[in-house]
């Protein structure tokens, strides 16, 4: 046990400081000026997810040899399915709001084995800020332990969805509220500035892999809007929809997701 613990820290070492690197990346990009095309209709990238992800193949796959790589920016060759660990990896979480220049989009590492996320590192190059953790071993805001929220009720919840499509949780008192970048609302979540966060559509696991340690190193739970569990580094690389909240607003969100009544 103390072997895989200090091997999951040094993971979480290595992927906290490509991740702050790779912001940096991304920063330099944005203030110099930054090429955008759609790899499909609605679907952005830039020569800064570009750059960001080519950072990151050369820093952490040198290191890390036999782990396989799964990234948002690199085509999929599916060797990462016969790797015990592989890396997750969102270079740019949030490029629309990153090429409008909105301070809404992080790097997002998440390191997972046998379908779970083992190490994780969000960080956010606009506000200096990353999050970090470790299974077994917590969440951290900037070196500091961070919880979920422990609200146990929907009147005046705190939480990450569309407005729009939530009226019956807003009738009862809660608010919501999104920004551009799904990795960046698991992490309010995990630091409990938020409630709890409910997603419509199905995510690809570089948007949930290092977030979703995040929430349950917080002590939080995160799975499908069904209560299904997250399965990480399978094929296709995608999970439902998500629903994370601390333990008693989750058990809260399920029931009422349940009876159709959101």
Sequence with gaps: MADADARNRADRDLILAA????GRIALA???QGVRAWEKAKGDPVSEADIAADTYLQGALKPARPDYG??????????????????????PIDGTRAFLKGRPEFVVSIGIVEAGRPVAAAIYDPSEDVAWDAV????????????????????????LM?????????????ATAETVNSVALRLARVAEGAFD????????????????????????GYITGRDGAALD???????????????????????????????
């Excluded at 569309?162 to 009862?172: E, K, S």
């Design 29 to 31: 990009f944005r203030d």
């Design 135 to 158: 299974i077994d071993g917590g969440a951290r805001r900037d070196g500091v332990a961070i919880s979920v929220s422990t609200t146990r009720t929907l009147s005046r919840a705190r």
């Design 196 to 219: 709890g966060l409910i997603a419509e559509r199905p995510k690809w696991d570089w948007d949930l892999a290092a977030g979703a340690l995040l929430v349950t190193e917080a002590g």
């Design 69 to 90: 790589w799964l990234s948002e920016e690199t085509a999929d060759d599916k060797s990462r399915l016969s790797a015990a660990r592989s890396f997750v990896v969102d």
């Design 161 to 173: 969805g569309d407005p729009g499509r939530l009226p019956g949780i807003r009738a009862l008192g």
């Design 19 to 22: 991740a702050r690197e790779a």
């Design 232 to 262: 990480f580094n399978a094929e296709p690389p995608r999970q439902p929809a998500p629903l994370a909240a601390g333990p008693a607003l989750h058990a809260l969100l399920r029931e009422r997701l349940s009876q159709g009544d959101m």
